[in-house]
């Protein structure tokens, strides 16, 4: 009996630890949730619940992945060439690179806006910026391709940006580095940046149906480094916020000399009052150059246009436009919150985080609580007149907020690699939860919208170390999901990114899935070199260049045999795509072009150039694998001696004797 | 003495069932996740009607003779989206030639399959014959219901309906 029980008590003991270790979290010591893996898995053939859209940070590009799963599903290419997809290599796309600079295949896509209506993401697009050769660029969610860039004048380093107003009427870019305006005025001493630099901050309007942008007007300021802004919303609806740093208004060793300063600003811009002025006719025009690149979806292809003027107003010549709030140093991030009540600054050398109210300010500004000096033309308000208060000892270095929608705010610290939650009202920190390493963007779904979807988080951080499989000295940003519907935030998941992203935006997929383009419509198809189907397929010379009307489908080229290229022709393949299936894009590569190749989709022309620089026989082929007999979808290509006497011919199918 | 060693023996039960509860439990998200993968059923081969095809056309009243406008249309769609694989003539290209087609089909079984190949080519007995030689499914071509029929009227024209 004794030894029954003894048995019992030891093979309970064994069970019991056995189960408790299989509850265990595992891993490199985080504190993940023993049922992570299933919170973020999104089992086979299901779709995720959040579009994710992600900054590719120096890429150039936009990534697209699904949340909760991390996958990702697309990279945008925006302001960086993507020979993978053809852009930037094909005629087509071409000019959607032109900028007063000629053609630039490379740009550092920073933020991500999505376009807002009533201050809610409204599917339609997103806004990005490029912060090198200041640009702003709009992606169509129907087709999740770039579909506008235009280029911001008197702006060098388009930081501050694309953040929107409340319904998307304007899209912000304003200047990291202050510059002085373009022109030839421009050739002055560095050391002359307290009276030749500016500030611009651009008004970039957005058409409400069509999405076309417009540079309204821009403000001119004094020479400050705006960092990031946010547009008022709710009851601040018509009021703009941008964190300015570098009020020390240095130009050399900025990292020790634009950080002498107790306080930089916040500036607090009235735009409605100032598109009223605007509208006055109270603007001043200024002689510029800058490029507006657009993609027409009937023509496939897209059109560069320079354009030489824009409308500045000087906020310093007017008393109600622009006013400055003191923030402790350099501040980073500048977020309202979903009621449009607080301003929350983030001094990225700052221990605490100062919130602003929207209603003092407004008072302040009514009993013109000002400092007795004003900064450049513009009122200072006073510090303590426009607090709300004051989060103290939130962690180092923070950047940036977001919201969810229980009143509750989400900072980053990127010195302290956490991520901190916090009540506004309170000024109370809640949770915090490391991050590995050292978050910089942070993200909640629907975040920066009036009403958060919260649930989920994403850090964006800049430094990976050990988190994946090491892959020599470069390593993939990694992102990291946490689960925010508790009081405590949970990690679920790691996944790895494209470039450095900066930012982000989750809309719920029902908002965009149904909306998306399958095809295009080849009887939509207004492409001037287009073959309407192969009876319409064929060569044609003008003196040296040759066009090529060459049609795909499953799985031939038609024409498959061209014979009479010669050497010194331009050669001019459009290739259009006859099929009308979803996910039935055609590739085309031919040997020796100096080129990418290109990518078709079903009712789509592409055109790609090529100039042969031998004599021989070409192979051309389909890149992209389309059916059981993608392997045969190839063809060649003579090319001839200058003056040869071989008569061009093409032919799909037969095999004509050569006209030698 | 007896009675409470009974006792503790049901003690230490318990204890050994709950800890296997929750192993159990601790395994549970793996099973529930195989589970979940959806279960795809195939249709019954007596489901579908090799005279109709699959798609949303029942019956095609196409009268005796040819509506040579409409044919006209139909050749015009033809030529866009069709005879990149399809001769007119019997001859076989990527599919097989149109000439006689509307003589061998019914003509909602030509309409649905043209409408809604993928479906069919799943079931039809002879339509996976064709995709055993030709190795190239066709593709949607994303037809309108119009369109469709245009093309069947063309179709009518090729087979000497007049």
Known sequence: MKRRKHLLWLLAAMVVSISFSACKPRGAGSAVTGNAAARTYVPPGQYDEFYNFVSGGFSGQMSVYGLPSGRLFRVIPVFSVDPEKGWGF?????????????????????HIEASFTDGMPDGKWMFANSNNTPRLARIDLATHRTAEIIEIPNTGGNHCSPFTTENSEYVIAATRFSVPPDGPGGDVPISSYKENFKGHISFVRVDKETGEFDIAFQLKTPGLNFDLSSAGKGKSNGWLFLSCYNSEQAHTLLEVSASQNDKDFILAINWKKAEEYFKAGRGTKQAVRYAHNKYNEETHSATSEIKTEVTVLDVADFEDLAYLIPCPKSPHGTDVNPTGEYIIGSGKLAALIPVFSFDKLQNAIANKDFEAEQYGGIPVVKYESALHGEVEKP???????????????????????????????????????PTYYSVGHLMVAGGNSKKPYGKYLVAYNKITKDRFLPTGPELCHAAQLFDISGEKMELLLDFPTIGEPHYAQAVPADLIKDRSVKIYDINANKHPYIAKGESEARVERNGNTVHVYLTTIRSHFTPDNIEGIQLGDEVYFHVTNIEQDWDMPHGFA?????????????????????VPDRTGIFPMYCTDFCSALHQEMSGYVRVSPKGSNVQLAFSTGVNPSAGE | ?????????????????????????????????????????AAQPSDYDPKRGLGKFDKVDVGNTLDAALAQEGKLIADVK???????????????????????????WIMNFITNPDPMIDKDPELQAQLEICLVRMPNQNLSDEDARKILEFMRENDGVN
């Open chain 1, 90 to 110: 094909s005629e087509e796309t071409k000019p959607m690179l032109e900028t007063s600079h000629g053609f630039i295949p490379w740009d550092d896509l920073h």
């Open chain 1, 395 to 433: 962690g180092l270095g923070p950047l940036h907020t977001e919201f969810d929608d229980k009143g509750n705010a989400y900072t980053s610290f990127f010195v302290s690699s956490e991520i901190v939650k916090w009540n506004i009202e309170k000024l109370e920190v809640i949770d915090r939860q």
């Open chain 1, 590 to 610: 031919i040997k020796g072009a100096g080129n990418s190749e290109l990518l078709v989709m079903p009712g789509e022309t592409q055109t790609l150039k090529w």
């Open chain 2, 1 to 41: 003495m007896a009675n409470k060693t009974q006792l503790n023996e049901k003690k230490l039960m318990l204890l050994l069932m709950l800890g296997i509860v929750i192993y159990a439990c601790s395994q549970g998200g793996k099973q529930s996740a195989d589970s979940q993968s959806a279960q795809t059923t």
């Open chain 2, 82 to 108: 069709c005879a990149s694989c399809h001769k007119y003539t019997s001859e076989r290209l990527v599919g097989p030639g149109w000439s006689g087609v509307t003589k061998k089909h019914q003509p909602a």
